[in-house]
């Protein structure tokens, strides 16, 4: 098996992008990335694309062809072109693929990108499309939507764990704050806990603040195999460990609602594969659709204990200048949430954080960085722990 | 990289299957292909799912937990789960994953499988959510149906080789004939020249007998390790090639509207791979979503010169007791073309007559086989080359 580097980043303005096009989109990160890896497309072995509901949200599916096509890779050169499906961790398994791509010797300089375009269609079609990484034939045709199936698990969380309303939005006042200082994010405006708590409630306990949105945008890394990474940048960032896991797809069948163990599953594998453990990680990027959800992922990553997501939260564990800083782009939260593409946009912001180029929002000193992305409500997780020492 | 065999398979009827929903046509496809294997589910690792369209055809994306869920490998033990979708290539890309996935380490046993459930919707429904394989911006809204584009193609062959209405009619009395023998397939009849000249037609020169049909079904291959496949099975097949090729997703921005490139280059790098070349073949699964299409497809796997692939077929080159025998299973034309599920059917087809178990149907003497499998109109294409001896 063969060590994997990322040698390029790219990822475009995330928000309401009317002017783009999806095809735009892609485009710009695609481009974007190999220009930042210093390579021409010609030396691209394959492309992987994470996209969740291109036929629901433009009408277009085949979208590895597409995207293959209007980047200038498929008519004389033909290069292969995948896309990868799994609702909201369709970026992080874009990713993964191509790092088994790699891996295995098929493939030497690959894309991995995704990309979604949103804002197309009305929110109630949206809302549709969403509902369809749900179990449609369980939980979807009774009602049940996204910010549902999480304010059960948030209802559930207080319950057993004491957890407040005031943490889930400490959660989302943090990521605002980060959010304020990324050039891509969706959303430039720092929040308090009061205009959280004053917000309109969409499902009791979440308040739209505790919500992430609808978000165009895209966002593509170029992989190489580790051995010739520094041929082509001072930078390379490596990639320890790549895992991933299945959970039933409806909560109702979960052993444990207010644990994902899908995450669980998928953080064991990655720090068994990289030799870590959860208090080696300087700096993470988790799946925070909803404030809940962070809490409950840095519980389900080792972070923190069980149960005390919230009031380490509350206590600025995870802040920027915290012992382990969470979301520095502002999380799905802040920096907006394009379902295809927020898990190759989570490695972009490790990629900024481990070549010490993240401005304002930098984290002192980081070395290893993890990325945490969630399908639905946690039948698919996919962690990658990446780090700039080989 | 690890050298990658296949030791279990199984394929769903495929039909018109109104009393199998989604979900139970895959399990029947998954599990029947570990119990072929003679494994158990807590060996397997990882699944690969092609599935074109569940978001228009079940309004259900999140295809790969959803199907893990209710295979029972991912409540207790967490199996990683992955759809792949390029359109009508979505098998073929499901089984390439999945052999990259063995190839690289990172899983051993691999299910790669696909499932697309198409007549849940009706026909104008399908063939809208069909469409989307093609370019909306530039060919579906301007009207373009597949038929039409592959109607292009064929009126474009006649104009330039001579091919003629009758000659594309004998590749569907062809695999009509080769159908009847294939217990899996949806159309057991058989039918002649007249019957497919008087069928009605759908977009000249392609009658509704030119045409593979809208279908229900699943098929699924276990992969493992070359080096313990033997522990597994007595008759393991190997993989020899996996390769994929991109081209323009509009048939108007190909410079030759006759030649799949995409299948050119993906024939070329698997013949590369392999060291073999196309006389080495002695059985194919070619994508014959339109009589046309495996016309073009003999050709430009190099099986017969370009602009011959009528001729050979009305001289019966490439019928079961012929040079090169195509489509045995009865193709997409007879077997059925459930969109995601095709690929891995094509495999599953070439590996019963390797085993030397295709009954009626088997080609004497079979040792190397190759499938063939399409998206769109040739944006997408990807060959495997598979043989009963490592």
């Given at each position: 098996?063969?060590?994997?580097?990322?040698?390029?980043i790219?990822?475009?303005k995330?928000?309401?992008?009317?002017?783009y096009?999806f095809?735009?989109?892609?485009?710009?990160?695609?481009?974007?990335a190999i220009?930042?890896?210093g390579?021409?497309?010609d030396?691209?072995d394959g492309?992987?694309?994470?996209n969740?509901?291109?036929?629901?949200?433009v009408?277009?599916?085949?979208i590895g062809a597409?995207?293959?096509?209007?980047?200038?890779l498929a008519?004389?050169?033909?290069?292969?072109?995948?896309r990868?499906?799994?609702a909201c961790?369709?970026?992080g398994?874009a990713?993964?693929?191509?790092?088994?791509?790699?891996a295995?010797?098929?493939?030497?300089?690959v894309?991995?990108?995704g990309?979604?375009?949103m804002?197309d269609v009305?929110?109630?079609?949206?809302?549709?499309?969403?509902?369809a990484a749900?179990?449609?034939?369980?939980e979807?045709?009774?009602?049940?939507?996204?910010p549902?199936?999480?304010a059960?698990i948030?209802?559930?969380h207080i319950?057993k764990y004491?957890t407040?309303?005031?943490?889930?939005?400490?959660?989302?006042?943090k990521?605002?704050?980060?959010?304020?200082m990324n050039?891509?994010?969706?959303y430039?405006?720092?929040?308090?806990?009061?205009?959280?708590?004053?917000s309109?409630?969409?499902?009791?306990?979440?308040?739209i603040?505790d919500?992430s949105p609808?978000?165009?945008g895209?966002?593509?890394?170029?992989?190489?195999?580790a051995?010739?990474?520094?041929?082509y940048t001072?930078n390379?960032?490596?990639?320890k460990a790549?895992?991933?896991?299945?959970?039933?797809?409806?909560?109702h069948?979960?052993?444990d609602?207010?644990?994902?163990?899908a995450?669980v599953?998928?953080?064991?594998?990655a720090?068994?594969?990289?030799?870590?453990r959860?208090?080696?990680?300087?700096?993470?990027e988790?799946?925070?659709?909803?404030?809940?959800?962070?809490?409950?992922?840095i519980?389900?990553?080792?972070?923190?204990k069980?149960g005390e997501?919230?009031k380490?939260t509350?206590?600025g564990y995870t802040?920027v200048?915290?012992?382990i800083?969470v979301n520095?782009s502002?999380?799905?939260?802040?920096?907006?949430?394009?379902?295809?593409a927020?898990?190759v946009?989570?490695?972009?912001?490790i990629?900024?954080?481990?070549?010490?180029?993240?401005?304002k929002?930098?984290v002192?000193?980081?070395?290893?960085?993890?990325?945490?992305?969630?399908g639905?409500s946690?039948?698919t997780?996919?962690?990658?722990?990446?780090?700039?020492?080989r």
């Open positions: 098996m063969r060590d994997v580097a990322i040698i390029g790219k990822s475009t995330f928000g309401e992008l009317w002017d096009s095809r735009d989109i892609f485009v710009e990160a695609g481009v974007g220009k930042d890896a390579i021409s497309g030396e691209i492309l992987y694309v994470g969740m509901s291109g036929g629901q949200f009408d277009q599916e085949h597409l995207i293959a096509d209007y980047s200038g008519r004389n050169l033909h290069i292969p072109s995948t990868v499906e799994a961790a369709s970026g398994l990713l993964r693929q191509g790092v088994m791509a790699v295995s010797g098929y493939q030497d300089f894309v991995a990108a990309v979604e375009k804002t009305n929110s109630a079609a949206a809302s549709s499309a969403l509902a749900s179990d449609r034939e369980w979807g045709i009774m009602g049940a939507t996204f549902g199936l999480y059960m948030a209802r559930k319950h004491g407040t309303s005031e943490q889930l939005a400490d959660v989302a006042v990521n605002h704050l980060n959010g304020s050039p891509i994010s969706q430039k405006k720092k929040i308090t806990r009061e205009s959280v708590l004053n309109i409630m969409v499902a009791d306990p979440l308040h603040f919500c609808i978000t165009d895209a966002a593509a890394l170029v992989l190489a195999p051995e010739v990474a520094h041929e001072d390379p960032i490596y990639i790549s895992a991933q896991a299945s959970d039933t797809i409806a909560l069948d979960r052993r609602i207010t644990t994902l163990d995450t599953a998928a953080g064991k594998r720090y068994d594969m990289a030799n870590l959860p208090e080696d990680i300087d700096v993470a988790v799946h925070d659709c909803f404030t809940i959800a962070e809490i409950c992922a519980e389900d990553l080792g972070f923190v069980k997501g919230g380490y509350e206590d802040a200048n915290g012992q800083p520095t502002g999380g799905l939260k802040s920096c907006g949430h394009p379902v295809g927020t898990g946009k989570q490695a972009v912001e990629v900024h954080q481990l070549r010490g180029e993240a401005g929002r930098q002192e000193n980081a070395e290893i960085g993890m990325t945490h992305n969630v639905g946690g039948a997780a996919v962690v990658h722990i990446l780090s700039n020492k």
